[in-house]
Structures are given as C-alpha cells and as structure tokens.
C-alpha cells in the first residue's frame, strides 16, 4: 500500500523541549491541531510522523521565539509516496532516537516476531488516520498494482 499525500505544513511549537501545540494546516485550514487540553488526538499525530520525517526534508523553518519557545514550520512541498511500513515504524524510529537507542524496520520486525508482541498502531489504525486527512479534505490516494486509486473511492469513510 502507498500513499500519496497532497501538500500541507505542520507547525509544532515547543516550550523549552516540550510540545505545546502540533497542528497539521492545508491553505489557511487548520486540519488536525493537539494541545495539552487535546492529549487524546496524540497518537493521530503518531501515526502521521512518517509524513512529518518527509516534510522536514523537503522544507524546515525554526524560529526562536524567545522565553524558552520555539517554533518549527515543516512544509510538505510535493506529493510523496509511503509505505504502510513507514507509517507503523515512524513512530517506534522517533521514540528509540529520543532514548538513544537505534532502531530500524527489520530489528522492529524480528521483535514482534520473537515476542509475539502487538504492534502499537495497526493497520487499520494507519488507514483510519488517513481517512481523517480524507475527510478534513487532504488528496490521499493508494496504489494497488500499477492503479492508482481515490482513497475515498476504495475505502468506507464514513466510519470515521
């Protein structure tokens, strides 16, 4: 399964290292916006890390705000693919770099197996956050084969 995922920023604030607020913008929409009162919404932003590692490479502005604050600007300048294993290992990859430690796809693999070990986010996880981006009006599409298909036309959308 790839994605393809239509330009949008992020914006992330920080207070002396610690998020204060992550939100996801298209045009002048705020699209998905966590605070400290919308803890609840942080693994949705989990899930999306895999595009935030994209938008940093293609464009990253850091401005000090002064007082301990910071603010990061990550633009997603084109449309990328990703792989459903890059959404699942985004977040595990983030975790072990703030801890120190080095992870990657095939040791994460390995673990799962010879723990018999779930996985944190599923699948269905993965496509259930794409179709918020859907719905909030973000161009997802998935290529099966050789077709590219409208995520809203191979998916039930009104689930979620």
């Not at 899930?47 to 850091?62: F, P, T």
């Not at 595990?92 to 992870?103: E, F, Q």
């Amino acid at each position: 399964m790839c994605s393809l995922i239509n330009l949008f920023s992020l914006v992330l604030t920080y207070h002396y290292g610690y998020l204060e607020r992550y939100s996801i913008e298209t045009g002048n929409r705020v699209i998905l916006k966590i605070t400290s009162s919308t803890k609840d919404r942080i693994p949705i932003g989990m899930v999306l890390e895999a595009i935030q590692d994209s938008a940093s490479n293609h464009n990253q502005e850091i401005k000090n705000l002064g007082l301990g604050r910071t603010l990061i600007i990550e633009n997603l300048m084109e449309n990328c693919k990703f792989n459903l294993s890059h959404f699942l290992i985004a977040p595990i990859s983030h975790i072990m770099s703030d801890v120190g430690m080095t992870y990657d796809f095939s040791t994460y693999i390995t673990e799962i197996v010879d723990t018999k070990s779930k996985t944190p986010f599923s699948e269905n996880t993965v496509l259930f956050v794409l179709g918020l981006l859907c719905k909030s009006g973000v161009k997802v599409y998935e290529s099966k084969g050789k077709n590219i298909y409208d995520f809203q036309e191979i998916y039930d959308l009104s689930v979620i």
